[in-house]
T-cell receptor
Framework: QQQVKQSPQSLIVQKGGISIINCAYENTAFDYFPWYQQFPGKGPALLIAIRPDVSEKKEGRFTISFNKSAKQFSLHIMDSQPGDSATYFCAASRTYSNTGKLIFGQGTTLQVKP | GAVVSQHPSWVICKSGTSVKIECRSLDFQATTMFWYRQFPKQSLMLMATSNEGSKATYEQGVEKDKFLINHASLTLSTLTVTSAHPEDSSFYIC????????????FGPGTRLTVL
């Protein structure tokens, strides 16, 4: 019930295309859903995050879509660029838990071809 | 933005020695710091959670006597890998939870540990 399942494991997109990564969760107590971007040899960096009270959040080329009833959320990268090539992790946590632990998905390696 | 630093960025040590990794929140106070381990092409695995001034809480399967965590202040946590062995070689990443933006975790750049 603590798991967050992420798909696909890897993704190849042409420059200018849309990259879509999906995540699903089980625990309905989760109320914070961030996406992280990680380049090789670096720590993850927060890209964008959403709470269940909204169905969509957009920041620049990055959009999170959230479906509370289906317990799913996804990251859309519009106009994908070679510089977006990285590993993306979705995560989930509970705001009022003692620890604020993030439960991570398995990660998606994105390659954007020029 | 919130910045978390780690030191060293990489370390090579001999089997049996101990290695200390520092994690600092540079421009904010962290109520909680987290330590993760990441193997190549895998997700982040949470090792332990530490709150300033109290003992760390370790995840199941993580040896607390091997991975010593000290959270001495609101801006500094250390991870000491004691009696390191080649199987401890990994990428270690810390994160810090902002006292104000409660949910957000800011990650350090990671430390690559290689044990020979």
């Amino acid at each position: 019930q603590q798991q967050v399942k992420q798909s696909p494991q890897s993704l190849i997109v042409q420059k200018g295309g849309i990259s879509i990564i999906n995540c699903a969760y089980e625990n309905t107590a989760f109320d914070y859903f961030p996406w992280y971007q990680q380049f090789p040899g670096k720590g993850p960096a927060l890209l964008i995050a959403i709470r269940p009270d909204v169905s969509e959040k957009k920041e620049g080329r990055f959009t999170i879509s959230f479906n509370k009833s289906a317990k799913q959320f996804s990251l859309h990268i519009m106009d994908s660029q070679p510089g977006d090539s990285a590993t993306y992790f979705c995560a989930a946590s509970r705001t009022y838990s003692n620890t604020g632990k993030l439960i991570f998905g398995q990660g998606t390696t994105l390659q954007v071809k020029p | 933005g919130a910045v978390v630093s780690q030191h060293p960025s990489w370390v090579i040590c001999k089997s049996g020695t101990s290695v200390k990794i520092e994690c600092r929140s540079l421009d904010f106070q962290a109520t909680t710091m987290f330590w993760y381990r990441q193997f190549p092409k895998q997700s982040l695995m949470l090792m332990a959670t530490s709150n300033e001034g109290s003992k760390a809480t370790y995840e199941q399967g993580v040896e607390k006597d091997k991975f010593l965590i000290n959270h001495a202040s609101l801006t500094l946590s250390t991870l000491t890998v004691t009696s390191a062995h080649p199987e401890d070689s990994s990428f270690y990443i810390c994160s810090a939870r902002d006292r104000v933006f409660y949910n957000e975790q800011f990650f350090g750049p990671g430390t690559r540990l290689t044990v020979l």
